[in-house]
Structure formats: structure tokens, C-alpha cells
């Protein structure tokens, strides 16, 4: 017999997940005697929501007002700016924000340099820059800043070793202090194997999480990059649990919008997932477009919500 490992995985992470979320109600209603208790996964999937975000490039628009007034007449509530785009114009984006139904969700990028380069000085101006990005994120309310620890472009870099790791944690506890202090996250983002080697999978970014023990130091989710990377979106999504903190989506194939892949473009998997955490952050669009915007996004955003109400 021929056993399909990705769809053994993920109904298996599917049984062990609703063991874990339910499984003391279970017991206790059984010991009691009074009836069947609520579960508790039930309450987080009840309170999760599909709030979605895009970056600025993705919706149709000359300006950011023309992107905004698209983005609100479609439902979209996240706004994701890219933090050299945040640092050079943020009075721009506090006026165009103002009075509407959008806020900003997180901060994609924008830092000089790399954390885990060899040369102080280059580690030196990612702190730098990051330090700027937190506080500027603190101020629009953002979710939390992402980083990612090296590119694999990005030369010389330090040896994948235990003691990298431990330099990486006490880097990112510092940097997620000043996040907490700020109102906001510092948040990890793994990447395929193509562009990053350190950190590729979601539940190895939530076990530096979870190292680190800082409430403003999180995770996320790449929909394109787990695509490479994961055998169950569901699976990674719960492996993360209260780490993650948002998720990007594009389509399956060319990193295009949803839906602009076909078949290949299915994320009810992955949002059972986020449904079974309660997940109520952002899910943002990062991605290309093959075909005319002004049809393509909205077809992408009912693709996700269709498929949300599926999961």
C-alpha cells in the first residue's frame, strides 16, 4: 500500500491538534459527569478572522489615497509598507490613513545590513535601522517589524552553529525589548531554501520564539515560501501556535496573485490551521501580478475568502 506522506501529516497534525486544544475538556466532562463542554478549539475558531492586507504595490492606483479608496471599497483593513518606504514618508502615510477603515498591519523590512554578518559594522547598521523601524512601527500602531536573519546573498555570514543561534536569540531579545516598549514586534520570517539558509521552516522561527521568551519577539508564515518548504500549512501554522504573528500569501507557482495559479493555489489546508489557533491578525498579499489588477485582486480576494469559509 502507497501512503501519500503530505496528506499523513497533515491528518495526523490535524488529530493531534484537536487533542491538544480539546482534550481537557474531554477528560473533564467525563470525570463530572455533567455533559459534553465546549471545546476549546470551537471558542478560537469562532474568534479567528480572515483580516486581510496588502502591501502598497498590490492594489490598483496612482496614488496612496486611489490605492486606499480601492483597498476600503474591497474589504481590505491591513495596510503592509515597506520600511524604507515608512521611514521616508511616514507623515504621508498617517495622513493618507487617517479616517479610514485601514490600519497598518506589519512593516516589511526596510533594515541595512544583516544580523548575522561577520562584520560588526554591518551588524551595527541592522540594529541601527532596526531601532529606527520599531520605533516608527510603535507609532502607526504596526503588528510588528520583519526581519530575516541572512540572505543567502548576503556574504560573509556566520557558520550555522548552536553558537549563531545563541548570538541570533540574544540579538533579537534586545531588539524585541525595545519592540514591547514601543507597542509593537520584531518578527522572524522563514524563507525557502532558494533565498535564506538559516531559517527556513515556520515551527524552527517559533522555537527561536520561544527560546527568546520576549513578548515582543514573534514569527510568521509565507504561503510561497512554505509551499517549498512545509509538509502541511496546517501543520506549520500550529506549530507556531501564540508565536505567530501574520502571514503572506501569493499565488503557488510564480509568486503571483492568488488564484493566478490555478488549481495549484489552495489554502484551506493552511487556514484551518489559523482557524484552529483563533488566528485574528493580518493575512497580506505579497506578490506579482500577471493579469490587469482591477480584475485580478478582486478575484484573488474572493478566491481567500471563499476558501476561508471552506476551512
Given at each position: ?194 533565498e535564506a539558509f538559516y531559517l527556513r521552516q515556520v ?109
Open positions: 500500500m502507497t501512503i501519500d506522506r503530505r496528506k499523513f501529516l497533515m491528518t495526523s497534525l490535524a488529530g493531534s491538534a484537536a487533542m491538544v486544544i480539546g482534550g481537557c475538556n474531554s477528560f473533564a466532562s467525563s470525570k463530572t459527569g455533567q455533559g459534553p463542554v465546549p471545546a476549546k478549539g470551537k471558542d478560537l475558531a469562532a474568534k479567528a478572522k480572515l483580516n486581510i492586507s496588502f502591501q502598497e504595490g498590490t492594489a490598483p492606483g496612482k496614488t496612496l489615497q486611489e490605492k486606499f479608496d480601492f483597498m476600503e471599497a474591497h474589504g481590505v483593513v491591513g495596510f503592509e509598507p515597506h520600511g524604507k518606504a515608512l521611514l521616508a514618508r511616514k507623515q504621508e502615510m498617517k495622513e493618507a490613513l487617517r479616517g479610514r477603515n485601514i490600519k497598518v498591519s506589519a512593516v516589511c523590512a526596510g533594515f541595512d545590513g544583516f544580523i548575522l554578518s561577520t562584520d560588526p559594522a554591518i551588524r551595527k547598521q541592522c540594529r541601527d535601522t532596526m531601532t529606527e523601524l520599531i520605533i516608527a512601527a510603535g507609532e502607526l500602531g504596526s503588528t510588528g517589524v520583519i526581519i530575516v536573519p541572512a540572505f543567502n546573498r548576503q556574504v560573509p555570514v556566520m557558520p550555522h552553529t548552536q553558537e549563531t543561534r545563541d548570538f541570533l536569540c540574544e540579538q533579537f531579545a534586545e531588539m524585541g525589548t525595545l519592540a514591547h516598549e514601543h507597542g509593537t514586534t520584531v518578527i522572524l520570517e522563514p524563507l525557502n531554501r532558494k515551527g524552527d522561527a517559533a522555537s527561536i520564539c520561544r527560546d527568546i521568551n520576549n513578548a515582543g519577539v514573534k514569527c510568521m508564515g509565507d504561503f510561497w515560501h512554505m509551499t517549498w518548504e512545509e509538509n502541511s500549512d496546517m501543520g506549520a501554522f500550529v506549530s507556531a501556535g501564540e508565536q505567530l504573528q501574520h502571514v503572506h500569501v501569493a499565488s503557488r507557482k510564480r509568486r503571483s496573485m492568488p488564484g493566478e495559479d490555478g488549481e495549484a493555489d489552495n489554502y484551506v489546508n493552511g487556514f484551518k490551521g489559523l482557524k484552529m489557533l483563533g488566528y485574528d491578525k493580518y493575512v497580506s498579499f505579497e506578490c506579482g501580478c500577471q493579469g490587469v489588477r482591477e480584475v485580478v485582486v478582486p478575484a484573488a480576494l474572493e478566491l481567500l475568502r471563499k476558501q476561508w469559509n471552506e476551512a
